[in-house]
């Protein structure tokens, strides 16, 4: 694999892309002078700490903080730490995320509201059904009766 250039260091930070930040991390492991991770940043001084912060990315900002040793506090042109950054970053996720869950939650709402009227008219279905149901045990029993009369009255005349 070619060098990674601070470029695509910041940019893997940005997508999440953890491969190439281990890739990173091991070219600079091997060559002979070795790159702070603190000292990549783009003209607005934002580190990839930074950048892995903006998107959310936390097994990045994990891996940048435990294996190469990215500073926390470190501020871009605008003061704002990787933290800072990370904090609003989830706000805006979690907000998101909470109206995607309303949403759905609606959705879910209607849809259960419509099961619960489709299960009351089946149940009044059914009870009509069981209604008919006991109607024609009553009709086959008294026809049955009768039967049973006109069998008798059978046999008497025989």
């Not at 890739?23 to 790159?35: A, F, L, S, Y």
């Amino acid at each position: 694999m070619p060098s990674v250039t601070n470029k695509q260091l910041i940019d893997a930070a940005w997508t999440g892309d953890l491969s190439v930040l281990k890739e990173w991390k091991k070219q600079t492991m091997t060559q002979d002078k070795r790159v702070d991770v603190n000292e990549v940043t783009d003209p607005a001084s934002r580190t990839p700490l930074h950048w892995a912060c903006y998107g959310g990315h936390l097994e990045c900002v994990a891996y940048l903080v435990a294996s190469a040793n990215a500073d926390t506090d470190i501020q871009n042109n605008n003061n704002k730490t990787p933290l800072d950054v990370i904090d609003a970053t989830l706000q805006i996720k979690m907000i998101k995320r909470l109206d995607h869950l309303s949403h759905r939650n609606s959705q879910l709402q209607e849809q259960l509201e419509e099961n619960e009227q489709e299960n009351e008219q089946l149940k009044r279905q059914l009870e009509q059904k069981e209604e008919e149901k006991t109607q024609k045990e009553q009709e086959n029993k008294q026809l049955k009766q009768q039967l049973e009369r006109e069998e008798e009255s059978t046999q008497r005349l025989l």
